[in-house]
């Protein structure tokens, strides 16, 4: 049980995907300028994240490692989350109307999200059983929504500040993206049950 | 297909990271020595020219539907090739670069140059789009990578060049590189997160201002033709 909360405050707090992993950076400056859409934007990934993590699990453990294809791992992984996020995409249209159109056209760009195959890549690396590759796709989503979102709030003021022409549109962003990086930092020196 | 205008637009006009703002993740996270920032940026330029020319072969018999996936296929092919030789040849690369070899397969520039140019050219201009393009990430992570080493840890050439004994390069990372002043003085926030992002701002932000100031200085040179052409009416 230590080991899960362990996995689900480093994922969140100290290995935040995207302040120090550098996962999913394209989607965090890309999808950031509103909070509405930020928000969308973190729950389809937290879904897919949690999915994939558990569907590659799988087909890790029953396929891939029984036949000796470990090789193949990363172009299995990308397949299933290509299909997985089609799917899920299908699924939500047909029984979920409105969740569907909230997270509308994130859901494909979740595909090319390098959060979503780098979870699944840690996952392996890491030896992970189910239950804790479960949680840590999970976690690891809830913090691209918590960076996602708090960034978008922070990108909401910086649209009223006065900085130099050059700096408009992304560098700005990269700026600020970093003072909130140096913020996280400090969760850095955390020690989680010893 | 015009050589020498798709070498300038790779390298500096349409430069995937610093205009197309594409394939940051890994620009931002592995620029930390310059063994890793080359090694990362050859991996990427080889997969990338040979995913160009794969897909600009394939073109015509691709069904319009499904281009997506076959791209990810065929780019998640040559990245498992790439990575598996770096594990064999280079394991030191492999090790310090980690899980952002696999990652080439969705970093937006090479999906995006298929798309947006190889699926429509020739295979000849596809694998120089490619070359330059890979070019242009190249030099990108090289610039980001001196700066941050610099700054950071005072060195130049981690990894790579190694002068302890003559000068000499190091293909197995062991290199200490060039000292340039004592690391003790150096701003070791610039190897941390906070150092990718900042130095990458900066990086655009100067690419924008010389950009805006070429092409306000063309404006101009434009106004002044065809003013001078109303006057010569």
């Not at chain 1, 490692?65 to 990363?74: A, K, N, R, V």
């Not at chain 2, 998640?76 to 394991?91: E, N, R, Y």
Request: proline share 3%; charged share 10%.
């Amino acid at each position: 049980m230590t080991n899960i909360i362990s996995i689900a405050i480093g994922a969140i707090l100290i290995n935040n995907f995207i302040f120090s992993q550098f996962l999913g950076c394209c989607p965090f400056l890309g999808c950031s300028s509103k909070v509405d859409t930020a928000t969308g934007m973190g729950l389809a990934v937290v879904f897919v994240m949690g999915l994939a993590s558990a569907i590659c699990w799988v087909v890790d453990t029953y396929l891939l490692i029984p036949l000796g294809l470990e090789f193949l791992e990363t172009l299995a992984f990308i397949l299933v989350i290509a299909a997985l996020v089609q799917f899920v995409e299908m699924f939500l249209k047909k029984s979920v109307p409105s969740l569907y159109s909230a997270l509308g056209i994130y859901l494909p760009l979740i595909t090319t999200n390098c959060a979503v195959l780098g979870v699944v890549l840690l996952n392996v690396q890491n030896h992970y059983n189910f239950i804790e590759s479960v949680v840590y796709g999970i976690t690891g989503g809830v913090g691209f929504m918590l960076a996602i979102v708090l960034f978008a709030s922070v990108r909401e003021r910086i649209a009223f500040a006065d900085y130099p022409e050059c700096f408009e549109g992304f560098p700005i962003c990269l700026v600020s993206a970093g003072l909130l990086a140096l913020a996280f930092m400090g969760f850095s020196g955390m020690q989680i049950f010893g | 297909m015009n050589i020498k205008k798709q070498f300038k637009e790779g390298l500096i006009t349409n430069n995937p990271v610093t205009v197309q703002l594409i394939g940051m993740c890994a620009t931002m996270a592995i620029t930390t020595t310059l063994f890793n920032g080359v090694g990362m940026g050859l991996s990427v330029l080889i997969i990338l020219t040979c995913c160009n020319v794969a897909v600009s072969a394939i073109r015509k018999i691709i069904p319009n539907d499904i281009r997506l996936a076959i791209f990810v296929v065929i780019i998640a092919g040559f990245v498992t090739i790439v990575d598996l030789l770096l594990q064999a040849f280079i394991p030191a690369l492999s090790e310090s670069l980690g899980v952002f070899i696999p990652l080439i397969v969705v970093n937006c520039i090479i999906i995006g140059r298929a798309e947006a140019f190889s699926q429509k050219n020739t295979v000849g201009a596809s694998f120089f789009d490619g070359v330059f393009q890979g070019l242009g990430y190249t030099c990108v992570l090289i610039v980001m990578c001196v700066f941050r080493e610099q700054i950071g840890s005072g060195r130049f050439g981690g990894g790579l060049i190694d002068v302890s004994n003559g000068f000499r390069f190091t293909l197995d990372g062991t290199g200490a590189g060039i000292q340039l002043f004592n690391a003790d003085y150096g701003a070791s926030i610039m190897n941390l997160p906070f150092g990718g992002f900042i130095t990458l701002g900066l990086l655009i932000a100067v690419m924008q201002h010389f950009l805006k100031k070429s092409a306000k200085k063309k404006e101009a040179e434009a106004a002044a033709a065809a003013e001078a052409e109303k006057e010569a009416d």
